[in-house]
């Protein structure tokens, strides 16, 4: 738990949150062991996570924690999570009751915030999802499309560094749903925007999952038009959480041209592909670096997404090679897709292909994006 530079308001935080009965034990929720991540920031935002083996059925006790610490002198606002959000299984029937299989179980879609939803994805790390992302994010809203950016990648949250709003706070609405930080066009909402910079995550699989889910479900998005989700890499909790949890129109894969990338890129493909989920195509990032001469080294490899793509088959969207402004433009807070470079050009076909792709307005092959 972080400590408080007020320690009267913690003490308050803490006592009030035990006032509150843990159904099972009796206890108060703090002696109960039931809260962790208690975070007391600043200007009195709060934020904690309720443990539960119960999943939803859980909530009344989140809602009840939540308001009793939104009743302490100093408090401003408060973000409570849920560490699971499923129900907990049935029974197990006696040893004597004839076994019968399970029907497969459907976790129910939550409401829609935006009319079309496209996960980038990576199924590794390092490969540059998150500066895809906010470049394809910042290329639809130039399109003139209502745009949302969701930073999932909750291990490593980037998003605020590319849009220049590292220690910026959402606010709170009277219906208690946080406020996106609206940049360059974009609403945007990560959870580097809600620990204090540079603090580090160190919450289980279930506590990661119920933030991410949190950062979409709590937050007030103004009818988007379209809503990336910067999602984590690889296949676990968070991933498999958001393609329970959403109603995704379609899937985009960033990978670099090297094998042990485009392994992971198989296994992206196929997380999306048994929830029956489009994908929209592969962007190979990083493909090149140009050199003085004008001659280009393909430092990763070559043609290694173009190939992965039309193993699995599924559309391959372009390659994007190492530029200097798209590095820059993220370090800066000001992502390349805002200019007029190559590269900002680039990033509006890709976003105009993404888009078609999702919303079936044509029935032409996606555009491959090649710089010559």
């Not at 879609?109 to 394809?136: C, E």
Request: charged share 20%; glycine share 10%.
């Amino acid at each position: 738990m972080t400590a408080s530079d007020d320690p009267q308001l913690e003490a308050a935080i803490r006592a009030a949150l035990d006032s509150i009965a843990d159904p099972e034990s009796g206890k108060g929720l703090l002696a109960a062991r039931r809260v962790s991540g208690l975070v007391i920031r600043p200007g009195g935002a709060i934020g904690f996570v309720l443990e539960t083996t119960k999943g939803a059925a859980d909530e009344p006790l989140r809602a009840a924690a939540a308001q009793a610490v939104e009743r302490v002198a100093g408090v401003k606002s408060v973000t409570a999570v849920l560490t699971a959000h499923e129900d907990a299984p049935p029974a197990r029937a006696p040893r004597s009751a004839p076994q019968q299989p399970a029907p497969p179980q459907q976790t129910p879609k939550g409401p829609r915030p935006a009319a079309m939803i496209i996960a980038i994805a990576s199924a590794k790390g390092g490969v540059g999802k998150s500066t895809i992302a906010a470049n394809l994010a910042v290329a639809a809203a130039r399109m003139g499309l209502r745009t949302g950016l969701v930073d999932c990648d909750v291990f490593g949250p980037s998003i605020p560094t590319m849009f220049g709003t590292e220690g910026r706070k959402p606010t709170v609405n009277p219906e208690r749903k946080m406020l996106p930080l609206v940049v360059h066009g974009v609403a945007t909402m990560s959870l580097g925007n809600l620990v204090e910079p540079g603090a580090p995550v160190v919450w289980r699989g279930p506590m990661l999952a119920g933030a991410a889910q949190k950062l979409i479900t709590d937050t007030a998005w103004d009818a988007l038009d379209m809503l990336f989700i910067d999602t984590p890499p690889g296949t676990g909790e968070v991933p498999l959480t958001i393609v329970q949890t959403l109603d995704l129109d379609g899937a985009v894969i960033v990978s670099t041209p090297q094998e042990v990338a485009l392994a992971d890129v198989r296994r992206g493909v196929g997380l999306f592909r048994k929830a029956h989920i489009p994908i929209l195509g592969v962007i190979e990032n990083m493909a090149w670096f140009e050199q003085p001469d004008g001659t280009r080294a393909y430092i990763f490899g070559q043609d290694g997404g173009q190939r992965v793509a039309s193993e699995m088959g599924v559309p391959f969207l372009g390659a994007l090679p190492l530029l200097p402004d798209i590095r820059e433009g993220g370090d800066a807070g000001k992502p390349a897709a805002l200019g007029d470079a190559p590269s900002a050009e680039a990033f509006k076909m890709l976003a105009e292909a993404i888009y078609a792709a999702a919303g079936e307005n044509t029935k032409k092959p996606a555009p491959e994006i090649v710089f010559t």
